[in-house]
């Protein structure tokens, strides 16, 4: 079990695991603050893919502005400790027992340990670079003894180098010389140190001893050589294990969150953004040499190829995240083009790296990360359209890098290591990937935000639109159905429900009334007040009614002032007490007219009941029709019954 407190480091030199706890979160949280971007950088730390997605909000700009450059502050710092926690080589603990390192150049590869012996070499500092280069290199140190007369270890950077052959006088070998090989083409079994960096143990018996290495690479020659004590040699190892294992987990980490954005959005620019942080750390596994365990059983070159096609596979990733992050700002069509085609240059160099021109392709790649840099600042400022993050944080994030890079390029290096700044190659790998990737991070999330801002409004527009439409079919349909000027239901949908409801009755044996309702003398109030006022009356007698019936019953406008009612589940006896309830009321009712006096109407009610017939609806209206006109010859303002219903059995 690993603990659940802090950061816990276990195992061998060369390999480790991290474990993270509670103690931690604050940590993880200046560490990683775009993973932190769904809860807020103070809410919890939770998997995206763990459990019920949370609910997705949209972060504030002001999240991604004050919120987040604090963040970033704190990210700087935390990374600057970690990554400095291991000092440069040149400067580490543990003196160095080197007194003196020379070189001489064999460009044919062909003289032999004592010609080399014999010849004119050039002293070095502790490291030197000579670039890509088909020469053998042969190194005489100078190594003093221990004062405990402990053993030595010549610890070799980088471990990328292919074949180092280490030389010393040995009087019990037959020419003189005894011999040791390592190398990243070699297995650990055959190494002098089973361990990723290279180097040899050997004795130093007298006060001072010669040894000599010979260096033949295809890959660029460096070379940075120490002698120091085994426990240095060690915690050098593992101080460089720790800062590979906060490289790599970080970089984990992000790669876990683009994963998890791009199964949420689907947006491509995740997922270019996760291809080129993974093939980023790749190549900071294979540079550091913790591949060559896994390839020395296929094929010794494969661990050079590979080195090479992720190095190559980082500035065409890289290409294709900025193209991708371009593309909405509608950059100058020419510099939108010079995208598209710097992308095949990714096939000549894969090709060239098939055919065995790696350092062409090498080479060429460095070339263009350095000039592609600057051209997407150019990009950057081509720019058209404002999105988020804005054009002019693209610009300043883009210049930024170019900047850093320039820094960085304009820094003599030798063996690796960033003198200047006192950096060694992994130090500067943590740095430059780590920082590179939490910015990318930030300008991918920003990008996704304004995504799901837009799809957001597009959604809106589209929820309003079906709702105007559904609006509209609703009114439609109840214009189709109900009478314009009193919203009761018109002639035909009014005899549509009242035939259902008759057809019911008349199945289950139910009782049904029909009420024909007219209003009396409503021509001379037309004539009289006009039309506008008839309307009113309309309105207010349709009211009256619609209030005075039960829900269940159906009523409609079936005339100009003519009404028809439908009483369900009513008797002869309550279909004629609600019909003398809706003269009573009409009656007692009044409407007042501008600069008028009041203005009363009454209503003629003829009420047919179905009393247990088979007939159909027009037969019924008739009954109730010819009742109404007998209720009006009889001085109007009553409800009279049709005889021929009240005659039925």
Known sequence: MLPNK??????????????????????????????????????????????????????????????????????????????????????????????????????????????????????????????????????????????????????????????????????????????????????????????????????????QEEFYLRIKTDTQMQLDVQAVSPDVAADRDSRRDMVMVFFVTSMVLMIFWGLSEYSFDRYRIFCLFCIHQMAFTLFGISAVGYFSPFFEMLSPRLVDFVFYFLYVLISFTLILFCRELFKPYQPHPLLAKGLDLIRWIFPLQVLALIAGYNALAVIGNAFLIKGIVFYFVLVAFSLKVDLDPTRKTLRVFFVVIALVNLVFWMTPRVGGELKWLGLSAVQALVIDGFIMGILFAWLAHGRGRQVREDAQRKIRLIEENYRAERDLKARAEREARTDYLTGVFNRRSFIELAERELERSIRFGRPLAVLMIDIDHFKAVNDTWGHAVGDEVLQNVARLIGQTLRGVDIFGRTGGEEFSAVIVEASGSEALEISQRLCAVVAQSEIVPPGGEAIRVTLSIGVSHLRGRDMAFDGLTREADQAMYDAKRAGRNQVVVSQQALGAP
């Open 6 to 207: 802090g950061f816990f480091l276990r195992g061998s030199p060369s390999y480790g695991w991290l474990s993270c706890g509670a103690p931690c979160k604050p940590v993880i949280r200046a560490c990683f603050p775009v993973l932190c971007l769904r809860g807020g950088l103070h809410g919890p730390i939770v998997p995206a893919w763990r459990g019920r997605r949370p609910a997705r909000t949209l972060v504030p700009p002001s999240l991604l502005s004050r919120g987040a450059m604090l963040a970033f502050a704190r990210l700087l710092l935390l990374v600057l400790v970690v990554a400095c926690a291991t000092p440069a080589f040149a400067g580490e603990g543990g003196a160095d027992r080197i007194l003196a390192r020379a070189f001489i150049e064999d460009p044919a590869g062909v003289l032999t340990i004592d010609e080399v012996a014999r010849g004119d070499f050039t002293p070095f500092g502790p490291s030197f670079s000579k670039g890509y280069t088909q020469s053998v290199y042969w190194v005489r140190l100078l190594v003093r003894a221990s004062a405990e007369r402990e053993k030595t270890v010549l610890f070799i950077r980088p471990s990328f180098l292919n074949e180092v052959r280490l030389f010393y006088r040995d009087r019990a070998s037959p020419d003189g010389w005894a011999t040791r090989v390592s190398g990243n083409r070699y297995p650990f079994s055959e190494r002098d140190r089973k361990s990723v960096a290279l180097g040899f143990v050997v004795d130093v018996v007298h006060p």
